[in-house]
């Protein structure tokens, strides 16, 4: 080895240790928060344990799925969330409506309307629940005020969910506007003018160029909906926990446990006094196998609709 070489070779060593470095903490901090947490579970899922010591946990078999199965709450949580995820939609049409809008050339102020509607997105979802929360009030809320009539709609079984799918479509449909705006301003303007010229009118052009083209966001955007709308807790919870309390159950006839929820109330023993954390461990794993059954089949249908040449 030359002299020369030894300045290169001290050069690459260096570079090569900030790459272990840079690769090294990320994978790290999966390893401690990620792994190692669903190895746990998944322990943790056949086993008994009424406690927060895991040392405490002795082995059941599949005694908990059992339990999981036969328990009509988690039946009732797996059609609240269900239920829940209309707002997924709705919010994609309301964004990609809101969207096209906002990307005409003759608006004004697109900046502001932009920031306006990103705003509900980025505030706390706590401090968004308890202003809906108390909007809805039926003593004092400004919803009755100006129903002109005093409605419960957190205790009416028929009212409590679109309540709620009302509330997250709120706070969700920004998200989905700045994305599909985005998306929009790629699509290729002169394929729209060679429609205008065959004679295509506004909606012809939008379900014929814009809704292809844009495909690959609308996926996108789908999959993390799913995804997101399949662990709804932090509303619920919000809305639900002071009903409990008073004991009405979780939401009038308990429309409002959701999976999320139902896992949080047997792993905290929020209602009940007892831990089930074999329990809510189970319940934890079947979530997640229907979002990896439910990802993977977006990703099998997605070769029928989702375009990425146009």
């Not at 900030?18 to 322990?43: D, H, K």
């Not at 899922?45 to 908990?64: I, M, P, V």
């Not at 199965?69 to 990609?96: C, E, Q, R």
């Not at 401090?127 to 009416?156: H, P, Q, S």
Request: glycine content about 8%; aromatic content about 14%.
């Amino acid at each position: 080895m030359t002299k020369t070489d030894k300045p290169l070779l001290s050069r690459r060593m260096k570079n090569n240790l900030s790459c272990y470095l840079m690769c090294g903490l990320p994978i790290l901090g999966f390893l401690i928060f990620a792994l190692a947490p669903l190895v746990i579970s998944l322990y943790l899922s056949f086993t008994e344990l009424h406690n927060l010591n895991f040392n405490a946990a002795t082995f059941n078999g599949l005694d908990n799925f059992k339990t999981l199965f036969s328990d009509p709450l988690f039946g009732k949580s797996i059609v609240n969330t269900l239920y829940a995820m209309i707002s997924v939609p709705l919010s994609m049409v309301l964004g990609l409506l809101i969207a096209q809008v906002l990307t005409r050339d003759s608006l004004k102020g697109k900046r502001f309307f932009r920031t306006l509607f990103f705003i509900p997105y980025v505030c706390s979802t706590v401090a968004v629940t308890l202003v809906f929360k108390w909007m809805f009030n039926t003593e004092f809320g400004i919803i009755n005020d100006l129903v002109g009539t005093k409605i419960n709609f957190f205790l009416d079984e028929r009212l409590f969910m679109p309540v709620m799918i009302f509330i997250t479509t709120w706070t969700g449909t920004g998200y989905y506007i700045i994305l599909f705006q985005a998306a929009l301003t790629n699509v290729n303007p002169s394929l729209v003018e060679a429609a205008k010229i065959d004679g295509a009118g506004p909606i012809r052009r939008f379900f014929a160029i814009t809704v292809p083209t844009i495909s690959p966001t609308t996926f996108y955007l789908l999959v993390m909906g799913v995804i997101g709308g399949l662990q709804s807790f932090t509303w619920f919870q919000i809305i639900c926990d002071p009903i409990a309390a008073s004991g009405y159950g979780w939401g009038p006839g308990d429309s409002g446990i959701t999976i999320v929820y139902y896992v949080y109330n047997k792993a905290f023993a929020t209602s009940t006094g007892l831990i089930q954390g074999g329990v809510a461990a189970a319940a934890a794993w079947v979530l997640a196998l229907g979002i990896l059954v439910l990802t993977v089949l977006n990703f099998k249908l997605s070769k029928y609709w989702v375009h990425y040449d146009s």
